[in-house]
């Protein structure tokens, strides 16, 4: 029989009475626990439950957890994985869920509960939206269970909720963590328990990595996450520590057997990456990042469960829901890049992180260390982070075009009615209510104008352009010029590609751009300046993203059956993300295939496109599988 906490017990039994839940608790404090209950009810009940997650890497931990409890019910959605998609209980991506709400909210009548990790990922300026949108048209039959890290507003986001279906949505909040935190800080190359010794002072010693790392050896706080805002610096502090050795010779022997049996597995064994990796393994020291092949950071993740690992470099996404905890979590800044400028740690960013210090029961204490430079940040401000409360979440409601043309075919001119529904709405003045809804009519009425919409109903165009979410003006217009049609797949490969990267600042491309990928560039270029100015003409905001070729022979390289070594000397773009990139290609190709508008000379060059990039390492659902 399960003991659960006072708070679980609670979200049970709301849950057991047929009500919505949001749990608003600590990491670590047991929310799955909760989620597990409802998939137990519902396989009971011969019903189905959606398991939504804001990022893959999480869609999959998830999969690989509930399918050891659940078995052949699980399937999991992820735009570039489907695997047993019919499942009663299927794990998917938000965004995912939210067009199956727009496009086909028949495909959902035997799912009566979804379940939202990390609900407060509505405020991410980027992808918040779609939350938003996931809520506001969460079919009637079905239920919703929010989990949450501790924001102050969760009661507001739940009367919203509520306000919009007519239906109360309970809130349960659990502020006590089953493992409590103390905090130290090193400062002037000291560890201390005090902030009052923050202040600076003419007396200056740098703080070194080996004097914290052996404070925590010698107090027996290992294993420790060590968070970096930075994928080099990850790399390099966690060679800066390969002169100590944390693991007994059986622990070597346990950890590399692991090590080259997972690399085996994973097709590892000859990779770069891997084999300078392997000395810092052998001594219980990794690092682990968003640049790094996905196959290879699903090592490091295993090897950390596998409690072998005993200091970890890693950036920020392994706090995101991954259910890897530690007994001590290290800071090596408190400052970090928030889109546009570098800024102090949010309140609730800080503890997303802290919070992993501190097993159930395993510890009966997490250690939190903050690395501080008392010139660059002063007491107060370290106070305000740690001590202050988490800060609100904010609506980032932006609805895409495709968003409106999908709403469009069900409510017409009345679209733009749904304004009201949003959580923007409810928590926005007047002025920026008035802003948020010129702002929707100015996309209706572009997308009137320039014939997505015709006579009350979808062009074709539109159709078109419902499919593709996030890239739909520039994909739509090319289709309706008739250029895609005249691509060969290799063609649809690049023109795709170029719509998804990201350059970084001032990066160019290493190689020059064959001629087919320069027409194909001008082309593009044509069409989407000319979309750029019909926004500015509009003030839409934020305007269509460029496209961007850089990539571009390297993915012909691959597509002609080159090696990933061949394919990775053409850019100096990270190994892990020229895969992310290569899968986010294969996940628009779908999209359009799927679009039900497209010849089938079109779908077959697209299937041929997606056979030629979606192999080996770039393949998630053959790492999925594995």
Not at 342 to 371: I, N, P, S, W
Request: hydrophobic share 40%.
């Amino acid at each position: 029989m399960i003991i659960y906490d006072a708070f679980q017990n609670e979200a049970i039994d709301h849950i057991n009475h047929g009500f919505s839940v949001i749990v608003c608790a600590p990491t670590g404090a047991g929310k799955t626990a909760i989620a597990e209950h409802i998939i137990h009810s519902s396989i009971a009940d011969k019903t189905g439950v959606i398991y939504t997650a804001p990022i893959k890497a999480l869609s999959n931990q998830k999969f690989r957890d509930f399918q050891e409890q659940f078995k052949s019910s699980i399937g999991i959605l992820t735009g570039d994985i489907s695997i047993n998609p019919q499942a009663r209980i299927l794990i998917m991506t938000t965004e995912i869920f939210r067009n199956k709400v727009l496009d086909s909210p028949e495909s959902l009548k035997d799912y009566h509960w979804v379940i939202f990790d990390e609900i407060h990922y509505i405020d991410n300026p980027e992808r918040g939206t779609v939350w938003e949108e996931s809520l506001m048209f969460l079919p009637g039959h079905m239920k919703l269970l929010g989990l949450s890290a501790t924001i102050p507003n969760i009661r507001q986001l739940a009367t919203w909720v509520g306000s919009i279906h007519k239906k109360p949505v309970k809130v349960v909040i659990q502020e006590k963590r089953p493992v409590p935190l103390h905090f130290f800080y090193q400062v002037r190359n000291e560890i201390s328990d005090s902030i009052d010794d923050l202040k600076a002072s003419k007396y200056w010693r740098p703080n070194r990595l080996d004097t914290i790392i052996g404070h925590l050896y010698a107090k027996n706080n290992l294993p420790a996450i060590y968070f970096v805002f930075g994928r080099k610096r990850a790399e390099e502090l966690a060679f800066e520590l390969h002169s100590f050795d944390f693991l007994l010779d059986n622990e070597k022997n346990d950890i590399t057997s692991l090590f080259d049996e997972l690399c085996e597995r994973f097709g590892l064994k000859h990779e770069l990456t891997a084999l300078t990796i392997r000395p810092l393994i052998e001594k219980g020291i990794a690092f682990h990042h968003a640049g790094m092949l996905p196959t290879l950071k699903e090592v490091i993740e295993r090897l950390f469960t596998s409690r072998l690992l005993k200091v970890i470099f890693t950036t920020e996404t392994f706090a995101l829901g991954i259910n890897m905890p530690s007994r001590s979590v290290i800071f090596d800044d408190l400052t970090k890049f928030y889109g546009r400028y570098v800024r102090h740690l949010k309140t609730r960013d800080f503890y997303q992180m802290a919070g992993r210090a501190g097993r159930r029961g395993l510890d009966t204490e997490g250690f939190v260390y903050c690395r501080i430079n008392p010139h660059k940040i002063n007491p107060s401000e370290v106070r305000r982070i740690i001590f202050n409360k988490p800060e609100e979440v904010k609506s980032q409601f932006n609805t895409s075009y495709a968003t409106i043309l999908n709403l469009y075919e069900k409510y017409q001119d009345e679209v733009i009615n749904i304004y009201p529904l949003s959580l923007h709405y409810f928590q926005s003045r007047k002025n920026e209510q008035k802003e948020a809804l010129r702002l929707l009519q100015a996309k209706l009425g572009m997308l009137k104008k320039h014939l997505f919409i015709s006579g009350g109903t979808l062009t074709e165009k539109g159709k078109f352009a419902k499919a593709i979410y996030g890239y739909e003006l520039l994909l739509s217009e090319l289709y309706d010029h008739g250029i895609l049609e005249d691509l060969s797949p290799q063609e649809l490969g690049v023109l795709t590609l170029s719509m998804v990267f990201e350059p970084r600042k001032n990066q160019q491309s290493l190689v020059d751009l064959s001629k087919q990928t320069r027409r194909i560039k001008r082309i593009s270029d044509d069409i989407y300046n000319q979309i750029r100015h019909k926004e500015q003409k509009y003030r839409i905001y934020p305007v269509t993203k460029a496209p961007y070729f850089h990539l571009s022979e390297s993915l012909q390289a691959w597509m002609k059956n080159k090696s990933f070594d061949d394919v990775l000397r053409l850019t100096d773009t990270d190994e892990g993300e020229v895969v992310r990139y290569f899968r986010m290609c294969v996940q628009i190709l779908r999209q359009i295939e799927e679009s039900g508008v497209i010849t089938p000379v079109l779908k077959d060059r697209i299937k041929e496109a997606i056979r030629t990039i979606n192999r080996d390492i770039v393949d998630a659902e053959k790492q999925l599988r594995l």
